[in-house]
């Protein structure tokens, strides 16, 4: 556990006055009352909500979990348990080893998905846009922010599972340019992190097998 996160979690405690923790030998959990004001395109919404953030003592080389118990109905992307989807493995991967640091995944993640909870509930449309449900949302990621196609996807996978990543190779997208200087800052973190690698090999999994009631649950209230 780094010196930055403990300091992470203190300064989001210290401004978030009715959240509590519980800290045990691998973990942060982080709950109670999340108090927000937030904005997007000039429009600013305030609030609060029930929440709970899990987050391991080796972050960033874990993604956190985070639950929300009060939503919207009908809103997806929220299990029965309340853990929410917030992205796919691969963006949260991809954003930790280029952020790694506990503020700016809260900031990315957890308070856009906030943002949205309230917009949904006032418009019952998504602020942001949003992906397909389901395998078909996960596989989306792939094939429109990544531009691949499933070949090339399941070789991304395979190049994965196996550790066969080799940066002078060319790439796996047909761009002509070199593994190292395309696609390889999506794969080798992913490769190197034993915790990425498994969280990522069952998303690919789900996708494969077109798995979508794992990834997938219409709130029910």
């Not at 069952?202 to 794992?214: F, H, Q, R, V, Y």
Request: proline letters at 4%; glycine letters at 6%; one cysteine or more.
């Amino acid at each position: 556990m780094s010196y930055e996160l403990r300091y992470e979690v203190s300064k989001l405690l210290d401004s978030q006055p009715r959240l509590k923790i519980d800290e045990n030998k691998a973990e942060y959990i982080i709950q109670g009352v999340y108090i927000y004001t937030l904005g997007f395109n000039d429009c600013i919404l305030q609030g609060e909500r029930n929440i709970k953030l899990i987050v391991q003592k080796d972050f960033p080389n874990s993604i956190p979990e985070f639950y929300v118990f009060d939503y919207p109905e009908h809103i997806e992307h929220v299990y029965k348990n309340g853990n929410v989807c917030l992205a796919t493995i691969g963006e949260m991967i991809y954003f930790l080893n280029e952020n790694p640091s506990l503020t700016a995944f809260v900031d990315k993640f957890v308070n856009a998905f906030i943002y949205t909870l309230d917009w949904f509930k006032k418009y019952k449309v998504y602020p942001f846009g949003d992906r397909k449900h389901g395998y078909k949302g996960l596989f989306d990621y792939y094939l429109n922010d990544l531009k691949l196609t499933k070949e090339q996807y399941t070789k991304m996978i395979f190049m994965i599972y196996e550790n066969k990543y080799r940066g002078h190779l060319p790439c796996i997208c047909s761009s002509g340019k070199k593994l190292r200087d395309c696609h390889g800052k999506y794969i080798l973190p992913i490769i190197k992190n034993a915790s990425y690698k498994r969280a990522f090999l069952n998303e690919a999994s789900m996708i494969l097998t077109e798995d979508g009631k794992n990834v997938r649950r219409k709130s029910s209230k």
